[in-house]
């Protein structure tokens, strides 16, 4: 998961009509062990069957498929991420509980690694060059499974090589306005090394950003503040807690797209166009360099200069000052001066400066071929129609947590619902293609290559795409993100799932004809009910419900959601948010993300894995069995009403430069018109006999709802980015992205027309996209 | 209809399994006056209703519907206009033989006319200004109908204003390589006014190419030779023939690309974002001025400087010369000297150039409310489902044969269908969308912005669309153009009729059951075999079959096929063109394009009217009534062969770029065999009941084959071309045109690297179309 691309924002609303017309359905019950259906044209989601696959979805098979995933460190193309496509493949093709197919597509892309031969490293160096402090090169082995040949160095994945050395100096995040704040200051950037933590910004951006001010060279360290809650010593962090050992360093890609650097836009085929790596884009400009908290601590308060702002200083014990260059008073030597003669004066003269920082990267670019797993179940009645569910597969070490409790979870659910296939008992409405990515940390290569290779097929296609990565984070709640109108599918499959004991698990069916196994698991709430205790939102629909987040960049669903318009969705479990105020779990990224820190801290009963399991199968099924899809368009109202809502805070410098609101306000209104009404429509066609055409007509206008948000024009300069909702959002005003971005742009530029110009054009543009969604979801003769 | 903008080169491939597919399903007879259907799922095509429908299109309602639409001119957005959109609601809205709905959609759109206060002008002045000669700023009233204030004056839609004056020369068509050679012979451009002829190249593409030399304006005019085998004299000429009189000038858009130049690829709503007139791009850069034949007679027959070459000649009687200035020896006066004194000598000095041109354009751009009307006929079983048929409605003066000859045929077509529907008899399966475009003739304006504001819904739904612009160009065969799928079913139509005298015209029926009514036209045989006759190829899968042009940029067929990815035909009757040379008909976009003009010299009997009614109104009724859609996806493989045939000559010099035809034989064949196996699956499905899903999945395959062709990376430069197929073509070797434009680029740039690599990103776009066009059409469930 690339956690620091996840955009902030969270919105959602609440589906009790959407999982009306679900439940609605919940009507034809079949025995579950009864012959296999025929291919009825009305076969609908069979509430016996979500109920066993509910039940069967095992927390200790999903402990033992995590111990395997993660026994060995499996990078991308490594030869343990081979095997691991080859275990995929044996488990999906098991003649008692496989799928009916599955096979690779390969994809020659590339990666970035550290030199084996030359060790990436950053020392200290005294005005002789010689070495006063050396940071270490790898991790700390305190388990025994951060040594050997397989666990790959911390670097800066796509930093280039170099050995720049300078002066260091504190910039906090890295982020813009951190380097305007240090000029602002008078701190010397030009030809200097900086130190940065992680947060705030990209990893990549951090370099960006350092580049524009002469910078030569960045450091980038988690900070135990923003990580462990202030702890940093060795008896506090891993393996006594799930804290982040001092050694413990964050790699990641710094790659500023997604998809194959050499072959945007098309798949990354053997044969395949590509891009002179010279010419490609995206790459940090400047070497960078991770390194861990212990190491950045001998750096960081041994710095000179003046002291750094108050929320720039951090948990490593001393203060953080700002630099250039070490104090006089500490580890590394001061300055040291020579005499000239003038006259018959001596004159002392600065001979040499202080001690510099050197960073030596030595990464190499590389083509590599990695794999995508694709296992498959073809559809009883609707075979071209594809719930698409997936999960990368590549970690950094041995990504026990990100993905492999992402894949843990697949492989039994896959499990389960293999069996009831090869036993002959359930084949969905639906496809059903479970998917294991490879390459994801070095940017969402694998998936990105699969959307660019199937982009016609799939957005023909495609109903939804559910992407389970990192499923636990943490024990205490559930955390979705995803498009609005999988709102109501989530809610529904929440509200019928408890988080419990193993063998139990199925909630609250009463009222759909069926009883649930109440089996409490922390209190025998629903998931759904203890989701809404940790995070909700007043929906002005639904009153209280949980809130879903939106979609970023963070995981596999970004090339589904932007580049082909397909309804997506990120599902786990997390934290409580009052208990720590981590980033993120802190092993993120490093060689202790191992199965002991997942099984002793994370999840110890597996209960939350069977929680997302149960879940996840849940959303799954409905959307691959439902007659009707269980897709609330009209979910999409709210998001488009608060985006409205931001949009009318413009209005009037909007008009000053004559520019209205009014084309806008309408589109959205006819949306809201058309999204209702063809709500209605489903619920009355479900109250008589179905005609499969007439069904067939209104799925397709669900389904493809989400596609007529993308247009091709509208972020010329933004890879991928084509849907006019979720584009990425720099602007600050929380209104549709185009119209955000070029708003804060013009103001910035101040009276430029050709800023103003770009204002009317991206909202013209959304005003196109809401009246061509809303042209889809009126009925299908109204032209 | 744009002429100039038709690409050449003929595709197509016969059909004759295609055909044996569709009449396979001509099965299910119904009574003519039988109920109206209900809507079964298994509904097709019905053939008795077919052939009412062949039977009831009346020639002499099809002259007396071009009698009206013709009888004033209707320039687009013009009150007769305005009034023909009223026209067309009331007969789509007649409660006797109107459709279910009509309505009109508008758009501002900016045109361009000339100024009513300052004529624009094309003077011969002497060095002092005074005018020697005048060409006419309207054209001789021969018929009573060339008056009048309606009659817009010839004049060069969005040429800029401005009022150039210059010596003439004789630049040809005005193509580069015409200047090349003009520039060759050392004729001095800079600063002159250069006469073209119509042809060769562009309208617009005359300034732009002469621009680039300096030349300062442009006239041009149309040959005698080009467009009447050479006939010239008011005798010989209309009304006394269908020939161009002297005074003739044809009128036309000068745009280089196509829609509302200010709202590229957003509907132009009142409201849209709209570039500034100054920043749009496709505008002639300098003044351009079309005269008649009569007018360039005076101006050419009187340059002076050496001798045109001989494929420069043409047919107004005299030697063409190629400047600069007039020759001394004609009508315009020499140039004068007069004597300055040096030392005791009086010695002659050139005071006093040639007679020059004066051209004084004053058109000015205006932004116009433009309407497109809809009539639509909903779908019994699949109104999600559209078959669209359409033509403009906007004409330069009164515009007979274009487009009214089509309008005619449409209104007839609309009626006979209208009539079946009210008086209950027949609703067909899919729905059908009639259009009437507005301000076609300035860049297919109103078809443009029609499928820019209904973009997604169109994709999603548009099975194809039929465009039948002028319907009658003469009398003596079909000529269709359009994309591989189409031929089948247009060959299909074709066979079913004849073109014959009223009351007849169903021609061979008998192997599908039905007799038809043989009545002989010029030979009593069908439309196919009498077109086989004029334009035929031999193909590799069918043996002789009519050839199918490809489709440019003519009609409003364009923003289907290459924006939209629509599979797309245009339908016309046309010249034996072993009796003529004419470039077009030849009052094309001149006051004597008017009903007498059809009625008495292009159709008399108005049966190739009758004719093409017959077969557009066939392919229509199979499109929108066939279980199955009667497109032949197998029919590309013909084209894809020749396009890598084309391409292997390349292979030699591509390699030495170390860039391999392999990837794209692999793809061709990968293509080959999905199309024949759907083939197979569809005749299999055939003999069976058909599963009305499994029916639908098979037709959205067919349906979407061609969006997959569609590729928005492809042409950065070009606006709205996506196709990857049939984008424009610049470069010489019949391939694909991405890799012909990008491999021609390569060759003239000598070994720039980055062209080379272009050449191989576009390989690679076209290798990726064809294996995701291959995955629309393998298994669905094969992913």
């Known amino acids: 998961m690339q956690w620091v691309k996840v955009l902030g924002g969270v919105v959602g609303a609440a589906a009790l009509l959407g999982l009306g017309i679900i439940v609605g359905h919940f009507a034809i019950p079949k025995g579950a062990d009864s012959p296999a259906p025929s291919a009825s044209a009305s076969q609908d989601l069979d509430l016996e069957i979500l109920k066993t696959v509910i039940e069967q979805l095992d927390a200790n098979r999903?402990?033992?498929?995590?111990?395997?995933?993660?026994?060995?460190?499996?990078?991308?193309?490594?030869?343990?991420?081979?095997?691991?496509?080859?275990?995929?493949?044996?488990?999906?093709?098991?003649?008692?509980?496989?799928?009916?197919?599955?096979?690779?597509?390969?994809?020659?892309?590339?990666?970035?690694?550290?030199?084996?031969?030359?060790?990436?490293?950053v020392d200290v160096v005294n005005s002789t060059g010689a070495i006063l402090f050396s940071c270490r090169h790898s991790e700390e082995n305190l388990t025994g499974e951060q040594g050997g040949p397989n666990v790959v160095p911390p670097y800066a994945a796509y930093a280039p090589p170099g050995t720049p050395q300078g002066p260091l100096v504190y910039a906090n995040q890295g982020s813009e306005e951190d380097f305007k704040e240090l000029q602002n200051k008078g701190v010397k950037l030009q030809d200097s090394i900086v130190l940065t933590r992680y947060g705030g910004v990209g990893r990549g951006a951090k370099a960006v950003n350092a580049a524009k001010y002469g910078v030569i060279g960045v450091l980038v360290y988690t900070d135990p503040k923003d990580i462990n809650d202030g702890k940093?010593?060795?008896?506090?962090?891993?393996?006594?807690?799930?804290?982040?050992?001092?050694?413990?360093?964050?790699?990641?890609?710094?790659?500023?797209?997604?998809?194959?650097?050499?072959?945007?836009?098309?798949?990354?085929?053997?044969?395949?166009?590509?891009?002179?790596?010279?010419?490609?884009?995206?790459?940090?400009?400047?070497?960078?360099?991770?390194?861990?908290?212990?190491?950045?601590?001998?750096?960081?308060?041994?710095?000179?200069?003046?002291?750094?702002?108050?929320?720039?200083?951090?948990?490593?014990?001393?203060?953080?000052?700002?630099?250039?260059?070490?104090?006089?008073?500490?580890?590394?030597?001061?300055?040291?001066?020579?005499?000239?003669?003038?006259?018959?004066?001596?004159?002392?003269?600065?001979?040499?400066?202080?001690?510099?920082v050197n960073v030596s990267v030595h990464n190499r670019l590389e083509l590599r071929n990695s794999s995508n797993v694709l296992g498959i179940i073809r559809g009883a009645v609707e075979?071209?129609?594809?719930?698409?569910?997936?999960?990368?597969?590549?970690?950094?070490?041995?990504?026990?947590?990100?993905?492999?409790?992402?894949?843990?979870?697949?492989l039994e659910l896959s499990r389960v619902l293999g069996t009831l296939l090869k036993k002959g008992t359930w084949r969905p409405r639906r496809s059903i293609v479970f998917?294991?990515?490879?390459?994801?940390?070095?940017?969402?290569?694998?998936?990105?290559?699969?959307?660019?290779?199937?982009?016609?097929?799939l957005q023909e296609r495609a109903v939804a795409y559910i992407n389970v990565d990192i499923s636990v984070f943490a024990n205490a709640t559930l955390r979705v993100q995803g498009t609005p109108p999988i709102q109501s599918v989530v809610f529904s499959a929440a509200?019928?799932?408890?988080?419990?004991?193993?063998?139990?698990?199925v909630g609250d069916l009463s009222g759909v004809g069926l009883h649930g196994i109440s089996a409490p698991g922390s209190s025998g709430l629903s998931i759904y009910d203890n989701w809404i205790r940790y995070y909700n939102r007043s929906s002005s629909v639904y009153g209280l419900v949980p809130s879903v987040g939106t979609l970023g960049a963070g995981s596999d669903y970004a090339p589904f959601i932007h580049f082909l318009g397909i309804s997506s969705m990120d599902i786990a479990y997390t934290y409580d948010?009052?208990?720590?105020?981590?980033?993120?779990?802190?092993?993120?990224?490093?060689?202790?993300?191992?199965?002991?820190?997942?099984?002793?801290?994370?999840?110890?009963?597996?209960?939350?894995?069977?929680?997302?399991?149960?879940?996840?199968?849940?959303?799954?099924?409905?959307?691959?069995?439902?007659?009707?899809?269980?897709?609330?368009?009209?979910?999409?109202?709210?998001?488009?009403?608060?985006?409205?809502?931001?949009?009318?805070?413009?209005?009037?410098?909007?008009?000053?430069?004559?520019?209205?609101?009014?084309?806008?306000?309408?589109?959205?209104?006819?949306?809201?018109?058309?999204?209702?009404?063809?709500?209605?429509?489903?619920?009355?066609?479900?109250?008589?006999?179905?005609?499969?055409?007439?069904?067939?007509?209104?799925?397709?206008?669900?389904?493809?709802?989400?596609?007529?948000?993308?247009?091709?024009?509208?972020?010329?300069?933004?890879?991928?980015?084509?849907?006019?909702?979720?584009?990425?959002?720099?602007?600050?005003?929380?209104?549709?992205?185009?119209?955000?971005?070029?708003?804060?742009?013009?103001?910035?530029t101040g009276h430029e027309p050709a800023a103003w110009a770009e204002v009317q054009r991206q909202l013209s543009i959304v005003v196109a996209a809401l009246e061509g969604a809303a042209a889809t979801l009126r009925p299908v003769a109204d032209l």
């Not at 993660?70 to 691991?84: G, I, M, Q, V």
């Not at 096979?103 to 084996?116: I, N, W």
């Not at 509200?495 to 698990?505: D, L, M, T, Y």
């Not at 802190?586 to 009963?605: I, M, Q, S």
Request: hydrophobic share 35%; charged share 20%.
């Open 62 to 121: 999903i402990r033992e498929n995590l111990r395997e995933l993660s026994k060995e460190p499996h990078l991308a193309t490594s030869p343990r991420d081979e095997a691991l496509v080859q275990l995929l493949l044996q488990r999906w093709q098991d003649p008692e509980s496989g799928l009916d197919s599955a096979r690779t597509t390969e994809y020659e892309v590339l990666l970035s690694f550290p030199s084996e031969e030359q060790p990436n490293r």
């Open 232 to 356: 940093s010593l060795p008896n506090e962090t891993f393996p006594h807690s799930w804290c982040l050992p001092p050694s413990g360093v964050e790699r990641g890609s710094y790659f500023e797209y997604f998809g194959d650097p050499l072959t945007p836009y098309l798949p990354a085929t053997p044969s395949s166009f590509r891009l002179n790596s010279d010419n490609a884009s995206g790459f940090p400009p400047i070497p960078i360099q991770p390194i861990g908290f212990k190491d950045a601590q001998v750096l960081l308060c041994n710095l000179g200069g003046n002291l750094a702002p108050a929320d720039w200083q951090g948990g490593l014990g001393c203060d953080y000052n700002l630099g250039p260059g070490f104090r006089s008073n500490g580890t590394f030597p001061e300055d040291r001066f020579s005499c000239i003669l003038k006259g018959e004066w001596a004159v002392p003269r600065l001979m040499f400066p202080s001690s510099q």
């Open 383 to 410: 075979p071209d129609r594809y719930v698409l569910y997936g999960n990368h597969r590549d970690s950094w070490v041995h990504g026990a947590v990100d993905p492999s409790t992402g894949t843990a979870v697949l």
């Open 435 to 457: 998917a294991s990515w490879g390459a994801e940390e070095f940017g969402l290569i694998g998936s990105t290559e699969f959307t660019e290779e199937f982009f016609s097929k």
């Open 495 to 505: 509200k019928q799932v408890e988080r419990g004991r193993a063998g139990s698990g």
């Open 577 to 748: 948010r009052s208990k720590t105020s981590a980033r993120i779990y802190p092993t993120y990224h490093t060689a202790f993300d191992t199965f002991d820190y997942v099984n002793k801290f994370l999840d110890p009963g597996f209960t939350s894995h069977q929680a997302v399991a149960r879940t996840a199968g849940s959303v799954l099924l409905q959307l691959s069995d439902s007659l009707f899809l269980p897709l609330n368009v009209s979910d999409y109202s709210e998001t488009l009403r608060s985006f409205l809502q931001a949009a009318e805070n413009l209005r009037v410098p909007l008009e000053q430069h004559s520019i209205s609101l009014g084309p806008l306000v309408t589109a959205v209104e006819k949306f809201e018109g058309a999204a209702t009404s063809l709500n209605q429509r489903i619920a009355t066609l479900q109250k008589g006999t179905s005609d499969p055409l007439q069904v067939r007509i209104i799925n397709d206008q669900l389904m493809l709802l989400e596609r007529t948000f993308l247009n091709s024009q509208a972020f010329p300069e933004e890879r991928y980015y084509s849907h006019v909702l979720w584009a990425p959002r720099t602007g600050s005003v929380a209104t549709f992205p185009g119209l955000s971005n070029a708003y804060s742009q013009a103001e910035s």
